[in-house]
């Protein structure tokens, strides 16, 4: 019985994580769309999620606002002495390490405490360094 019990407990709260879907996660997956630009990261990811008050937005380097992420982003180096943004090579740039919560990170996940990028917003920000992380 004690196992029962157990057993019902873990499929409870694995199944009551999975809610509805925010409007957060709807601005997330909607960076699935379009060729992958910096525009568009800018836009979907970083202008609803990083380049907050608080956080990227003004106290927390890098600076992720719309007139600065850019350049404080590619081929900048991170803390750990790693790229955050290596042009045509996401697996060795930090930020995006930092988003999928890679082994290599310092610190935890961005954002911290979620929302989590969806998987297409993730494959929005590898798309645009993998065409070299241009400036468009």
Not at 50 to 77: K, M, T
Not at 87 to 106: E, M, R, V
Not at 108 to 123: D, F, H, K, S, W
Request: with cysteine; charged share 20%; proline share 7%.
């Amino acid at each position: 019985m004690k196992g029962l019990i157990v057993l019902v407990a873990l499929v409870w709260t694995g199944t009551s994580c999975s809610g509805p879907t925010t409007s957060t996660d709807m601005v997330f997956d909607s960076a699935a769309e379009g060729p992958a630009t910096f525009a568009q990261v800018q836009e979907t990811i970083f202008d609803v999620s990083c380049a907050l008050s608080g956080c990227h937005g003004d106290s927390a380097w890098p600076n992720l606002s719309a007139e600065q992420a850019y350049d404080n982003i590619v081929r900048l180096e991170s803390s750990r002495g790693m790229a955050l943004v290596e042009p045509s090579d996401p697996d060795n740039s930090y930020l995006y390490l930092k988003l999928l919560a890679d082994a290599d990170i310092d610190g935890v996940r961005m954002p911290p405490n979620g929302p989590y990028l969806t998987p297409a917003a993730l494959e929005t920000v590898r798309t645009w360094i993998e065409k070299g992380a241009p400036n468009d």
